[in-house]
Nanobody, 121 residues
Framework: QVQLVESGGGLVEAGGSLRLSCAAS????????MGWYRQRPGKQRELVVQ???????NYSDSVKGRFTISRDNAENTVYLQMNSLRPEDTAIYYC???????????????WGQGTQVTVSS
């Protein structure tokens, strides 16, 4: 079993910053892509950014230049530094990890429980 635990959400004023963390633990052989999604009120869950084990990144246009993803492969942890936050960034942020539990096993995607980010105007 694999668990993802997020932390770092909260309330911040527009223009402020927050840093989210997500640690994966359990029966992990390797962690492939890790990333962050968000679900804004009344909207579907959307991709924010992904990062591969080789540190290749894919950002949503809405956060480019403001958010930065990073990862610690040794700790199976992914971070999201969010700067210049806007009210429209208000959402529940979910981390995900694509994981193998053995050398030849398929890749499974696991999700964190979500952390609320609220940006006040």
């Amino acid at each position: 079993q694999v668990q993802l635990v997020e932390s770092g959400g909260g309330l911040v004023e527009a223009g402020g910053s927050l840093r989210l963390s997500c640690a994966a633990s359990g029966s992990i052989f390797s962690t492939k892509v890790m990333g962050w999604y968000r679900q804004r009120p009344g909207k579907q869950r959307e991709l924010v950014v992904q990062i591969t084990s080789a540190d290749t990144t894919n950002y949503s246009d809405s956060v480019k230049g403001r958010f930065t993803i990073s990862r610690d492969n040794a700790e199976n942890t992914v971070y999201l530094q969010m700067n210049s936050l806007r009210p429209e960034d208000t959402a529940i942020y979910y981390c995900n990890a694509d994981v193998t539990i053995r050398q030849s096993s398929p890749v499974f995607r696991y999700w964190g429980q979500g952390t609320q980010v609220t940006v006040s105007s």
